[in-house]
């Protein structure tokens, strides 16, 4: 029991820690944000591992990412935007497509509504594109990650 769950927890953080270099790795700067490859850790995450998983890395990857780049003012908002996204794509069988729809209409929302607090409603609707675009090339890339570990087991 214990080595199953201590296996689990190192997965889960060696998940995290890749999904922040990845969202390292690229960052392209928006009009009051950045958009980064951070969502194809966690989408990877909550299609491969489920909902649970998927929002631990989802979670923690998020504000992890915003400490160490420079983004503190964003650290909570994004440990529940990329949490609730994570969790919403992690639903599987009849519900996977309307789980993916819902992560991105949770993160693109709280990014949204935390924005126009933030700012005003002009940077918050101009970041909406890349938000979805950002949310849709890490669907693309999680599920090629998923298809390509499967079939190397």
Do not use: C
Request: charged content about 10%; hydrophobic content about 55%.
């Amino acid at each position: 029991m214990r080595q199953t769950k201590t296996k689990q927890l190192t997965l889960l953080a060696i998940l995290t820690a890749l999904t922040v270099v990845l969202g390292l790795f690229v960052k392209i700067p928006t009009v009051k944000g950045v958009t980064t490859l951070l969502d194809a850790g966690i989408f990877f995450a909550a299609f491969h591992l489920g909902k649970k998983e998927g929002a631990i890395v989802g979670g923690l990857s998020g504000f992890l990412f915003d400490l160490i780049a420079g983004y503190p003012q964003w650290m909570f908002i994004s440990l529940v935007a990329h949490g609730g996204q994570g969790y919403l794509a992690g639903f599987t069988g009849k519900k996977r497509y309307l789980g993916i729809l819902s992560s991105v209409i949770v993160m693109v929302a709280t990014y949204f509504v935390a924005s126009s607090v933030m700012y005003d409603v002009t940077a918050a609707t101009a970041d909406i594109i890349t938000n979805i675009l950002q949310n849709v090339v890490g669907i693309l890339v999680g599920l090629t990650l998923v298809k390509a570990v499967e079939q190397v087991k």
